[in-house]
């Protein structure tokens, strides 16, 4: 039976009076690959928070591998993978091999002494997403995509059993999308990591993706892909507006 990574119970949040999140449940179980889809505004980045750790839910509780998440030691588990190209500085003076190996520090913890097979981490990491060849090269003179790979190896290094993205695909050329889904989901049927995707490339990603979620401040849907295809428009249309196309 597979194990229940992600388990959100009855979650709520306001910023101050203004409601965010009213009453979420999901769950994510091993092995998914879970779109979760919604508008500007629905409140995903605030449920990204919550999952992190990095907002504490007004109400309810997060359960993260069987385990509350206050009492959670393992946070390494859990790889995150953000928007990078709204925010990374193109000029910063970091080889790829310095990139991944700064992932290292979720897993030993900062101030402690990396181990001593760090090189073959690195380009274990580096491989599995293609880009063991770059490693000596300064990660701004790479192109959006291959910094995306290099920055999910930077998060593979802790050998997290799921990973997060935040809409991974910002800035990355339209031609190298498919390409960038196509890692994810061998990493995910390959490698037995657990995928939750924030992304509005449904079409481009819906051969891969096993469940999806729609939110717009509460759950509207949450189950496998056919049923979301299932939908009606008339049913899409009520948390979306008008917005979400069927995929195929």
């Given at each position: 039976?597979?194990?229940?990574?992600?388990?959100?119970n009855?979650i709520?949040?306001?910023?101050?009076q203004?409601?965010a999140?009213?009453?979420?449940?999901?769950?994510?179980n091993e092995?998914?690959?879970l779109a979760?889809?919604?508008?500007?505004g629905?409140g995903k980045?605030?449920?990204l928070?919550i999952i992190?750790?990095?907002?504490?839910?007004t109400?309810g509780?997060?359960?993260?591998?069987?385990e509350?998440?206050?009492q959670?030691?393992?946070?390494?588990?859990?790889?995150?993978v953000s928007?990078?190209?709204?925010?990374?500085?193109?000029?910063f003076p970091?080889?790829?091999?310095?990139?991944v190996?700064?992932?290292l520090?979720?897993?030993?913890g900062?101030?402690?002494r990396?181990?001593k097979?760090?090189h073959?981490l690195?380009?274990?990491?580096?491989?599995?997403?293609g880009?063991?060849?770059?490693k000596?090269?300064?990660?701004g003179?790479?192109?959006?995509g291959?910094q995306?790979?290099?920055?999910?190896?930077?998060?593979l290094?802790?050998?997290p059993?799921?990973l997060?993205?935040?809409?991974?695909t910002v800035g990355?050329?339209?031609?190298?999308?498919?390409?960038?889904?196509?890692l994810?989901a061998?990493?995910n049927?390959q490698?037995?990591?657990?995928m939750?995707?924030?992304?509005?490339?449904?079409?481009v990603?819906?051969?891969?993706?096993?469940?999806?979620?729609?939110?717009?401040?509460?759950?509207h849907?949450?189950g496998?892909k056919?049923e979301f295809?299932e939908?009606?428009?008339e049913a899409r249309d009520v948390?979306?507006?008008?917005?979400v196309r069927?995929?195929?």
């Amino acid at each position: 039976m597979k194990q229940t990574l992600l388990q959100l119970n009855d979650i709520s949040f306001a910023y101050e009076q203004r409601k965010a999140l009213d009453h979420i449940s999901l769950q994510v179980n091993e092995g998914d690959f879970l779109a979760l889809l919604g508008p500007n505004g629905s409140g995903k980045s605030t449920l990204l928070k919550i999952i992190l750790g990095l907002l504490k839910p007004t109400s309810g509780e997060v359960v993260l591998f069987d385990e509350p998440a206050k009492q959670f030691k393992h946070r390494e588990w859990i790889g995150y993978v953000s928007q990078k190209s709204n925010a990374f500085n193109s000029g910063f003076p970091a080889t790829v091999f310095e990139v991944v190996r700064s992932g290292l520090t979720k897993k030993v913890g900062l101030f402690k002494r990396l181990p001593k097979n760090v090189h073959t981490l690195v380009d274990e990491a580096l491989e599995a997403v293609g880009m063991l060849a770059f490693k000596s090269r300064s990660i701004g003179a790479l192109s959006g995509g291959q910094q995306q790979r290099v920055f999910i190896a930077r998060a593979l290094i802790s050998e997290p059993k799921m990973l997060v993205l935040d809409e991974p695909t910002v800035g990355i050329d339209h031609e190298n999308v498919q390409a960038f889904y196509d890692l994810l989901a061998h990493l995910n049927q390959q490698r037995g990591i657990t995928m939750l995707l924030v992304t509005h490339d449904v079409d481009v990603v819906s051969s891969h993706i096993t469940h999806v979620a729609c939110l717009n401040q509460t759950i509207h849907f949450h189950g496998y892909k056919n049923e979301f295809d299932e939908m009606s428009q008339e049913a899409r249309d009520v948390w979306y507006g008008h917005a979400v196309r069927k995929i195929h």
